[in-house]
T-cell receptor, first 111, second 113 residues
Framework: SQQGEEDPQALSIQEGENATMNCSYK?????LQWYRQNSGRGLVHLIL?????REKHSGRLRVTLDTSKKSSSLLITASRAADTASYFC???????????FGAGTILRVKS | DTAVSQTPKYLVTQMGNDKSIKCEQN?????MYWYKQDSKKFLKIMFS???????INETVPNRFSPKSPDKAHLNLHINSLELGDSAVYFC????????????FGNGTRLTVT
């Protein structure tokens, strides 16, 4: 069964705007990861945040984690057309022995 | 200098055939995986190997058989292909089992007609 669910399913914004995607999960975790998938390509790792961390930054990316609400958010600031992709959260599940992906958010950045 | 490479990129075949997908990683990782992505982009783990040992075997029909000749290679053989097997299959690797990021190949799009 799915562990994570992303919200919204699809997001369309103008270049330069910020994009926020949310992820909710069901069981306790050790870490949560965000990935990007461009059309026709494999997933690319963006950020890993551990369960004892609340916020993490990488360039224009900011990830927050709220373990009490079992949710995470990915913020992309000053978006570019090249950010157009699907974004997935993934958690290590109840037993911590495998990475389980959500259904993803499709982001479209219009130039 | 591709990190995780899988072949072929596209595979079109008829029902009932047997086919294989190959995967190789040059990252020196200990763990490799097969994931299946359906038409709705839902990604589900199928198998995981750690140092050639099978550690995860999800509820996958036994028509699917992974083989790891060494820790840099993980192949997927599928017998008696069915229409429902049509999907994109991704190979991935990681340094350890769960706590490090996964590195994905670019996928094999399997179409069963």
């Amino acid at each position: 069964s799915q562990q994570g669910e992303e919200d919204p399913q699809a997001l369309s914004i103008q270049e330069g705007e910020n994009a926020t995607m949310n992820c909710s999960y069901k069981t306790s975790i050790n870490n949560l990861q965000w990935y990007r998938q461009n059309s026709g390509r494999g997933l690319v790792h963006l950020i890993l945040i551990r369960s004892n961390e609340r916020e993490k930054h990488s360039g224009r990316l900011r990830v927050t984690l709220d373990t009490s609400k079992k949710s995470s958010s990915l913020l992309i600031t000053a978006s570019r057309a090249a950010d157009t992709a699907s974004y997935f959260c993934a958690t290590d599940g109840k037993y911590g022995n495998k990475l389980v992906f959500g259904a993803g958010t499709i982001l479209r950045v219009k130039s | 200098d591709t990190a995780v490479s899988q072949t072929p990129k596209y595979l079109v075949t008829q029902m009932g055939n047997d086919k294989s997908i190959k995967c190789e990683q040059n990252l020196g990782h200990d763990t490799m995986y097969w994931y299946k992505q359906d038409s709705k982009k839902f990604l589900k783990i199928m198998f995981s190997y750690n140092n050639k040992e099978l550690i995860i075997n999800e509820t996958v029909p036994n028509r699917f058989s992974p083989k790891s000749p060494d820790k840099a290679h993980l192949n997927l053989h599928i017998n008696s292909l069915e229409l429902g097997d049509s999907a994109v299959y991704f190979c991935a690797s990681s340094q350890d089992r769960v706590y490090s990021p996964l590195h994905f190949g670019n996928g094999t799009r399997l179409t069963v007609t």
